[in-house]
């Protein structure tokens, strides 16, 4: 029955990483690629069910999906079911895989109970410590996201079939220690039509701190139910050598030490010694940054204290040379996340702590600069900031709405001033600090909490560049992009408030509007009280926080309307989409009305952040000759060496001081901002 789900790396010579303790006894007993298979579990392979071997040729959607559904039917390692529906109304599917008793519903909510625990900063000790002894390593393998960019799908399904259809001990140890989502295809239309983007338009590995796309909040509502440890992001470029991490300067103050770590000390050098046995050709570094906030390996580490990582292939290779290269990085990264799951449970535990501890100290994390020769742009200055404050603007209401709930929706603690609080110094964006009384019905939003760093990242006034040269966009602050008025102080306080709950009604014109009941996740999850926090969003409702108010200058153009039936959802997708591109709806309270009648519609526009020719984040101009391997990417512990001398509480120093900004290129190929 179908069940639904309710080598040592080169460049790192000068790496010490206290936070991985790699069992390299047991991998050597049962290495991942070495150890003969065995296929002995009954489930039926690519060729029996979709006609073809995989990396033989690329698998369509309806292939893809027809393969996640059979596997799920032929194992009890195996569940699957739909993140989200696309613009064009093609399922996403994805599936875990785990022991037969971890996927069975009971034991998905233990999962999600014991994971919540370690994302609790406050969590008791024993709490914590029986959810370290429960809970399974949560590894993500992605792909797709460009829909012109096919082949990480691909290895993703044979990922699949090797961990539902083995029982040696490879198979037999990673799932001992893990679950293992993975998510082929984010971007079905795209890949229907062989276009990077979704029918809207929108590039989707930007829109991931936004979320303005059904196909990328669907798939957040899923990482947020199981937050991903490791999560792959796979791609296709134009270079001719194979990308992983370790990334290029810069890098974005708040990522997590741990998850550095676990990028340069734990995967990439699994990787690197699959690929020097195979004698793959790789780089690492330029172009590929990590730096903005709103990308798919930099939004769940920010977000999720996860090892985010981006996997560049050649597109112009053979698709079974694209499918096995892409298949072979993703397998030695899931083998050296679950050989490792103690350790990695207990940094990412901690890791929650310690942002807790730097909120609750008003501590900023330090910029630093990890290849040599590169000299830090801009530290991060020596402020204290605890609190983030927005005002509630009623002629903002719509926007103040929206940004409310991209916090709540990251599990970001959001309160309402329910008296006015005066504050001695507060900054507000843009201007000195001052005395304020802040008056009630200001949304607050403390820095000392879990997701302290996401707050950071969405609500900051300046990024601080730590390099002077960069992949893409240098600020992506929520605030400042909506023109809101609001800011930050660090002082000590204790406001009186009260939880702010999700908008399920708006006012629309004097008339009270409500939205559509919450549509349950299929069978994944009830939506559930939030400590603190409210009624959760699981992805059912209609968020009509989104609507935009008529003076902001932008076109309801793109916004979903209801197809008459048997109409223009059945014609060629983008007729359809230019269709509705040339009808403006008559103002707000019809663009609420017809938002009503789409429940499950993701926040339809924001942002659009432009790309870099010439690779997968953007296609078309000539790619520069890739950088040979650098040496020097250090640890967290190496990394704090290389702090700026105001560095902030910590005041750890800086192995040189900052330097004027440059021009032209970085040494080794990396390119221009653009």
């Known amino acids: 029955m179908i069940r639904r789900l309710g080598a040592s790396l080169a460049v790192l010579s000068i790496l010490v990483s206290t936070t991985v303790v790699a069992p390299a006894a047991t991998l050597a007993a049962c290495d991942p690629f070495t150890t003969p298979p065995t296929y002995d579990q009954g489930v039926r392979t690519s060729n029996q069910v979709i006609g073809f071997t995989l990396g033989s040729q690329e698998a369509s959607v309806a292939q893809s999906n027809a393969y996640l559904e059979a596997v799920d039917a032929d194992s009890d390692r195996v569940v699957h079911d739909v993140a989200a529906v696309s613009v064009g109304g093609l399922p996403i599917d994805y599936a875990i895989v785990g022991t037969p008793g971890r996927v069975t519903a009971t034991g998905l909510s233990e999962i999600r109970d014991s994971v919540t625990v370690l994302r609790d900063p406050l969590a008791g000790d024993e709490a914590v410590n029986d959810a370290l002894a429960a809970t399974p390593a949560v590894l993500w393998v992605s792909a797709n996201v460009h829909g012109n960019e096919e082949s990480g799908a691909d290895a993703a399904l044979q990922v699949l079939y090797e961990l539902a259809n083995r029982s040696d001990c490879v198979v037999t140890n990673i799932l001992s220690q893990a679950i293992v989502v993975i998510l082929p295809i984010q971007n079905p239309d795209g890949r229907e039509a062989g276009t990077r983007r979704n029918l809207y338009g929108f590039d989707m590995n930007r829109d991931w701190f936004a979320r303005t796309q059904p196909e990328t909040d669907g798939k957040l509502q899923v990482l947020r139910q199981y937050p991903p440890m490791l999560y792959i992001d796979a791609h296709e470029f134009s270079l001719p050598n194979y990308f992983f991490p370790p990334n290029a300067d810069p890098e974005y103050h708040e990522t997590p030490d741990a998850a550095h770590d676990w990028i340069n000390g734990l995967y990439s050098p699994a990787i690197a010694a699959q690929f020097d046995r195979e004698k793959i050709k790789y780089f690492h570094g330029a172009p590929y940054d990590f730096f903005a906030t709103v990308f798919g390996d930099t939004v769940p580490t920010v977000g999720f204290h996860a090892a985010g990582m981006t996997f560049e292939k050649h597109s112009a290779d053979a ?67 605890r609190h983030y404050f927005l005002r509630n603007d009623p002629n903002r209401a719509a926007e103040l709405q929206l940004l409310v709930r991209r916090l709540q929706r990251m599990d970001v603690t959001v309160n309402t001033l329910t008296e006015p609080l005066e504050l001695t110094s507060f900054h507000p964006y843009g201007d000195p600090s001052e005395p304020t009384t802040l008056p009630v019905g200001t949304y607050w939003i403390p820095m000392a909490q879990a997701q302290k760093h996401w707050v950071q990242a969405m609500l900051n006034e300046d990024s601080w560049i730590p390099f002077d040269v960069t992949y893409d966009v240098t600020a992506w602050s929520n605030p400042l992009l909506m023109n809101l008025d609001g ?160 560095a902030g509480p910590r005041g750890r120093p800086a192995c040189r001081p900052a330097s004027a900004p440059r021009s032209g290129r970085r040494g080794g190929g990396g390119r221009r901002r653009e």
Request: glycine share 10%.
């Open 319 to 385: 698709i079974s040379v694209r499918e096995h290269e892409h298949f072979t990085s993703m397998w030695a990264s899931i083998a050296a996340g679950a050989a490792a799951r103690s350790s990695v449970l207990t940094g990412w535990h901690d890791s929650y702590v310690e942002a807790y501890d730097e909120g609750l100290a008003g501590s900023l994390e330090p910029n630093a600069v990890f290849e040599p020769k590169h000299d830090l742009y801009q530290p991060v200055p020596d402020v204290t900031v």
């Open 487 to 646: 800011g930050w102080t660090g002082q000590e306080v204790d406001p009186v408030v009260s939880p702010t709950h999700p908008a399920y009604v708006f006012q629309v014109e004097g008339q009270e509007r409500r939205a559509a009941e919450p549509t349950p996740h299929l069978d994944l999850a009830e939506d559930e009280e939030r400590p603190d926090q409210g009624e959760a969003d699981m992805g059912g409702e209609v968020d009509l926080d989104l609507v935009q108010p008529e003076e902001a200058g932008e076109a309801d153009a793109e916004q979903q309307v209801e197809p008459e039936e048997g109409g223009a959802a059945d014609e060629h997708p983008e007729r359809h989409r230019r269709r509705l591109a040339g009808r403006r709806v008559g103002g707000r309270a019809e663009l609420v009305e017809q938002l009503e009648k789409r429940p499950g519609e993701a926040e339809a526009r924001g942002a659009r952040l432009p790309g870099v020719p010439g690779d997968s984040r953007e296609q078309g101009a000539q790619a520069p000759t890739p950088p040979r391997p650098r040496k020097g990417w250090g640890s967290s512990r190496a990394r704090r060496c290389r702090r700026a001398p105001a």
